[in-house]
């Protein structure tokens, strides 16, 4: 889209496969974090989010991992589906009002 | 229902001029920001404000200039200072933390600025 990266890392599946993202993040004081969605042409939307003393929370369809030794963050999309295709960034926030942002990962499911 | 427009959605500019980009919400949220998006990067911090007539600089603050005189208004201008002004810009906004880890922003739609 003409709105987000053309050079991000790019994952694609097969409809109704699960889907994993992947994010590190740059900061072990960092307590909070979310996953954006961003379709083609839109702002970033809001998925889920996961404190710093949570393992894993889910939601409908999507998983949210932290792995605070390593500073990773994955997503899991079950049964990805076509309306999954977007951009999808994850945040930290490290106790301020402002958001870090990683570059994001573009999906792309085919039929 | 409640949400943030941005406007325009697409503004074409010349060389050496000024530019408003416009940022309305009625989630009566304190605070607002605006970010800046180029083709493989995060986005980035450009100003926000927590609170009527207060804002603060981001990361990326030069050539731009910002002004929040309603709670529902954070206006972004892109002076002909900022030597690289082609990009999508996003505005969003936030109940601000306060005490509370939680700090989910909502995004508009963005404007897609070009100089020509």
């Known amino acids: 889209g003409e709105n987000v990266g053309l050079h991000l890392p790019t994952l694609s599946v097969q409809e109704g496969d699960n889907s994993i993202i992947n994010c590190a993040y740059s900061?072990?004081?960092?307590?909070?974090f979310i996953w954006y969605k961003q379709e083609s042409g839109k702002g970033p939307q809001f998925i889920i989010d996961?404190?710093?003393?949570?393992d894993k929370r889910q939601g409908q369809r999507v998983t949210v991992l932290l792995n605070k030794t390593v500073k990773h963050l994955s997503l899991q999309i079950a049964a990805t589906q076509p309306g999954d295709s977007a951009v999808y960034f994850c945040?930290?926030?490290?106790?301020?009002?402002?958001?870090?942002f990683g570059t994001g990962t573009r999906l792309q499911v085919f039929p | 229902d409640g949400g943030i427009t941005q406007s325009p959605k697409y503004l074409f500019r010349k060389e050496g001029q000024n530019v408003t980009l416009s940022c309305e919400q009625n989630?009566?949220?304190?605070?607002m920001y605006w970010y800046r998006q180029d083709p493989g990067q995060g986005l980035r911090l450009i100003y926000y404000?927590?609170?009527?007539?207060?804002?603060q600089k981001g990361d990326i603050a030069e050539g731009y200039s910002v002004s929040r005189e309603k709670k529902e208004s954070f206006p972004l201008t892109v002076t002909s200072a900022q030597k690289n002004p082609t990009a999508f810009y996003l505005c969003?906004?936030?109940?601000?933390?306060?005490?509370?880890?939680?700090?989910?922003?909502?995004f508009g739609a963005g404007s897609r600025l070009t100089v020509l």
């Open positions: 989630l009566n949220h304190d605070a």
């Open positions: 900061n072990s004081a960092s307590d909070y």
């Open positions: 945040a930290e926030n490290r106790r301020t009002d402002k958001l870090i």
């Open positions: 969003a906004s936030s109940i601000p933390r306060q005490g509370s880890w939680a700090n989910v922003l909502t």
């Open positions: 996961i404190r710093s003393n949570m």
């Open positions: 404000s927590q609170i009527v007539n207060d804002f």
